[in-house]
């Protein structure tokens, strides 16, 4: 009930029901405004943001457009203010709550660790890009070399010059790591699939 009456209770809402003088109600709709938004941007507990917006949305606009406010008054000015905004963020709440949720699953750290050394991880970096497989290829290297060290928790190298060593190499193939992920792949799908021959 406590979160229910979050914006209710608050200074503004004080003001525009006539409890306490209108002093400083510039400032009580500042942080009014930032309560709101506050809401929006880290979220509440299970469903009662929404419902303590949709409470105070209700309380202010019956304060408003029946309870008589002079409209030279400061209170009815920033009383139109107030149900102006909270019609529009009770309308799109449920989209800052996705916004929300996105951002926390995004931010979310890994608990996947590259294990492997850094060239290996450099030229799994060049192969998809190379194959231009993720975001159809609409990703510079860098951005994609900082996406995957971040996954691994692995701090990321100069990519740049790890691939300039791997250009270096002198062997018929320059892609170790690739070449020997694709042979033991190779070879567990062969395995397998004597063993179903087997039983």
């Known amino acids: 009930m406590r979160e229910l009456n979050r914006l209710t209770k608050s200074k503004f809402f004080r003001i525009i029901n006539g409890e306490i003088s209108g002093e ?3 400032k009580a709709y500042e942080s009014f405004i930032h309560r709101i938004a506050e809401m929006c941007s880290h979220g509440t507990n299970g469903g009662e943001g929404i419902l303590a917006l949709i409470f105070a949305y209700t309380e202010i606009e019956i304060e408003h ?7 030279h008054s400061a209170q009815w000015v920033y009383a139109g203010k107030a149900v102006s905004l909270m019609k529009k963020v009770v309308r799109y709440y449920p ?3 996705s916004s929300v949720a996105r951002s926390v699953r995004r931010n979310k750290p890994s608990k996947l660790q590259w294990t492997g050394k850094a060239v290996d991880l450099m030229e799994l ?17 860098l951005e994609l070399s900082e996406a995957l060290c971040s996954f691994f928790n692995f701090q990321c190298k100069d990519c740049y010059r790890v691939y300039s060593d791997i250009k270096l190499r002198k062997k018929d193939s320059r892609t170790y790591f690739l070449d020997n992920m694709s042979r033991q792949l190779n070879r567990r799908m062969e395995d397998e699939f004597k063993t179903l021959k087997q039983e």
């Open 95 to 97: 989209l800052f709550q």
């Open 24 to 26: 400083g109600i510039e």
């Open 65 to 71: 457009a029946q309870k008589g406010l002079n409209s």
């Open 125 to 141: 970096v060049y192969g998809l890009d190379s194959l231009k497989c993720i975001n159809e290829g609409n990703l510079s290297l």
